[in-house]
């Protein structure tokens, strides 16, 4: 095992809190504890004091083949020793361009374009700079604003975070409210009470179309829409919606941009979702994670041969699309991304992850019968826990508490060796697409005795009343 130093948990601990971590809690910096994982394999961490952990987020949405893999980390060695960089903008190399091609063959449709950047945010900010860059390129540059939606995450720079709308992620932060607007979170789980789902449906379009109008047709670039809204909470949208928007988007000359950072890649069982789960072909994918399972850092922008004509050959005045990153086209991350999408295709974890995912959503359905669970809902391998302790009241602790009750059943489930993901008053969890029956059945009897211990503290505290 790789032995970069003698330190204790403590001492690391210490160490630690020197990195700022994302979402860092300033009242908190330098005084954490964070679990230091040591070592991780197939669906496991261990601490350093070598307690095992299922990981239930696998990693953050992106370990999709699991940990461990020798021929990974062989595949990363052999090309950073044969040539671990060359400049994407005076040079080729082998591993980004095989893994181009290779992505352009497995997409849907004609998305065979592909800009390879260093992340999910990344991905989604070159999006967002080609569609304005499409627009002025074709002598229209008015044609700028982007409907995104409510509890959607789009990234971290400034324009893929100006896109999200996790409005407690905006707090104390400065994100574009000019051109960015927000429609509504489309989870089923939030419509009125009594609204049928086709009834929320035709609400959900006829917004989006009537935000459209409002801002006029020729103003609007884009819409951007993860398949479903991973960290908003496992938002999935009512049947036909995809659908439903793509033909909105094809009425008004709007660009479809589909946020698959985290459905790719086996996660809902296919190397897309977009047209294999939703039947739509997008304009634009952005995605990232699980294209090379976290082994590397790696994001991808694919773009339509549609919208590539127009803006190229002969008729069109010559342009630069300036845009791109030192590690465009990473060969070392290209290579891991390869090898990646090898694994997946050799151990069938596309069809793999269509056969256990059922068994994952009914065993996340058998959550339901606890009294503080308010709704389940998933696809695939991912979903979400959502709990409701407000006991019917719009205030007081029983509220407060609801927005930290994610944390707690984390911090039950921590104890029991498994790590989920807290959320608000939601625990969401994408575990490695290689788990298996016996594995799920052992992380949600975990889940759910955790929801229950979480739920008696809440009921011997007084705060919740059923
Ligand atoms: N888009 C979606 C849908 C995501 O879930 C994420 C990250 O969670 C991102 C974009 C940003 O990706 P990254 O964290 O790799 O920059």
């Not at 296919?270 to 090379?292: N, R």
């Amino acid at each position: 095992m790789n032995m970069l130093s003698n330190l204790g948990t403590e001492q690391l601990q210490e160490k630690d809190n020197h990195f700022i971590h994302p979402w860092e809690s300033m009242k908190g910096l330098g005084s954490n504890k964070r679990t230091i994982v040591k070592r991780a394999d197939g669906i496991y961490y261990y601490d350093t004091d070598g307690k095992r952990y299922i990981d239930g987020p696998g990693g953050m949405w992106c370990v999709n083949i699991g940990y461990g893999r020798v021929e990974m980390a062989d595949a990363i060695r052999d090309q950073a020793l044969a040539m671990p960089y060359c400049s994407p903008w005076s040079e080729a190399n082998e591993p980004a361009a095989l893994l181009a091609a290779k992505i352009a063959e497995i997409s849907p449709g004609d998305l065979n374009n592909v800009f390879l950047t260093n992340s999910g945010s990344t991905a989604v900010d070159t999006a967002l700079r080609f569609v304005m860059f499409f627009n002025n390129v074709l002598g229209r540059p008015e044609k700028k604003h982007i409907i995104s939606r409510h509890s959607a995450y789009h990234g971290s720079t400034y324009l893929s975070s100006s896109a999200a709308g996790k409005e407690r992620d905006k707090s104390f932060m400065d994100t574009d409210t000019e051109i960015f607007h927000h429609i509504s979170d489309p989870k089923p789980y939030a419509r009125p009470d009594g609204m049928s789902m086709e009834g929320w449906l035709e609400f959900l379009v006829k917004e989006f179309e009537d935000k459209i109008l409002e801002l006029g047709a020729n103003n609007v670039a884009a819409f951007i829409g993860e398949p479903l809204l991973a960290s908003g909470g496992v938002s999935i949208p009512p049947k036909g919606y995809h659908q439903r928007f793509h033909e909105v988007c094809r009425k008004h000359d709007v660009l479809y941009i589909s946020d698959e950072v985290v459905t790719a890649w086996g996660r809902l069982g296919h190397w897309f979702a977009s047209e294999d789960v939703y039947g739509i072909v997008p304009d634009i994918i952005t995605t990232a994670k699980g294209l090379t399972s976290g082994y590397q850092p790696l994001g991808a922008c694919l773009i339509s041969d549609r919208l590539i004509k127009q803006i190229s050959g002969d008729d069109v005045p010559d342009s630069y699309f300036s845009n791109g990153y030192t590690y465009s086209g990473h060969p070392v991350a290209c290579a891991a991304a390869l090898k990646n999408i090898e694994i997946i295709e050799r151990d069938g974890i596309l069809e793999h992850a269509r056969t256990v995912g059922p068994h994952l959503q009914a065993r996340l359905q058998g959550m339901k019968d606890i009294p503080i669970v308010g709704d389940v809902r998933g696809e695939g391998l991912l979903g979400c826990i959502e709990c409701d302790i407000t006991n019917g009241e719009g205030e007081g602790d029983a509220l407060t508490l609801d927005h930290e009750i994610g944390k707690r059943i984390d911090e039950h489930c921590h104890a029991m060796g498994l790590l989920v993901r807290p959320l608000i008053n939601m625990c969401v969890f994408s575990p490695p697409c290689i788990i298996t029956i016996d594995q799920i059945d052992e992380m949600m009897d975990i889940m759910h005795k955790g929801v229950e211990m979480t739920m008696e503290d809440v009921r011997k505290e007084g705060i919740w009343k059923g």
